[in-house]
């Protein structure tokens, strides 16, 4: 099964709104939480993550929210720019084994 | 700075042909990641090194795919034989530790014809 999954493959968002973007994992042994971004014909690069000892971490426009009871966290893009348009893809490992699973991404859309 | 370097950059097989992608992780990086990506599945984890040792073998992936890590500076993915399916961008990744970024090579475009 999936473990990490990404319900929506796309989201399109206007010039200065704010962008929402959801994980959900099915393995509560997880304890690092990294939200990557990846251009076309790029390699995907780490944006932000999280460990499990906080529910939010703030950056700039970036904020991660994680819900451990949920299984779920996000990440908020706020004041959303046609530069931010690309796949965003959610990743997390923990336990005993550091391997990092990824979802499928959502491409966000700016449109100016 | 050198980061995570893969050769070739793009690779076209034929069907039942023997290719060997090449990874160089960042040096001191402990842990090593290959993945394959494709617009369907994403990024599919084939596998993953260790301090050299491997840990995760990509269960539906053994049979045809096998990676190496001969030295802590090089590894190798064989797949062997290619088939169609096979084409995506296969990408390999290392980090220092557990839990912690992963820095991406540019991938090797896999093409079999």
């Known amino acids: 099964g999936q473990q990490v999954k990404q319900s929506s493959p796309s989201l399109t968002v206007q010039e200065g709104g704010i962008s929402i973007l959801n994980c959900d994992y099915e393995?509560?042994?997880?304890?690092?939480f990294a939200w990557y971004k990846k251009y076309p014909d790029n390699s995907p690069t780490l944006l932000i993550s999280?460990?499990?000892?906080?529910d939010k971490r703030e950056d700039g426009r970036l904020t991660v929210f994680l819900n451990k009871s949920g299984k779920h966290f996000s990440l908020h893009i706020t004041a959303s720019q046609p530069e931010d348009t690309a796949v965003y893809l959610c990743a997390n490992s923990g336990g005993s084994n550091y391997k990092l699973t990824f979802g499928k991404g959502t491409l966000l859309t700016v449109t100016p | 700075d050198a980061g995570v370097t893969q050769t070739p950059r793009h690779e076209v097989a034929e069907k039942g042909q023997t290719i060997i992608l090449k990874c160089e992780p960042v040096s001191g990086h402990n842990d090593l990641f290959w993945y394959r990506q494709t617009k369907i599945q994403g990024l599919e984890l084939l596998s993953y090194f260790r301090s050299k040792s491997l840990m995760e073998d990509g269960g539906a992936f053994k049979d045809r795919f096998k990676a190496e890590m001969l030295n802590s500076s090089f590894s190798t993915l064989k797949i062997q034989p290619t088939e169609p399916k096979d084409s995506a961008v296969y990408l390999c990744?290392?980090?220092?530790?557990?839990?912690?970024?992963?820095?991406f090579g540019k991938g090797t475009r896999l093409t079999v014809v």
């Open positions: 393995n509560d042994m997880f304890d690092y």
């Open positions: 999280v460990r499990s000892n906080v």
């Open positions: 990744a290392s980090s220092p530790t557990g839990n912690t970024e992963v820095f």
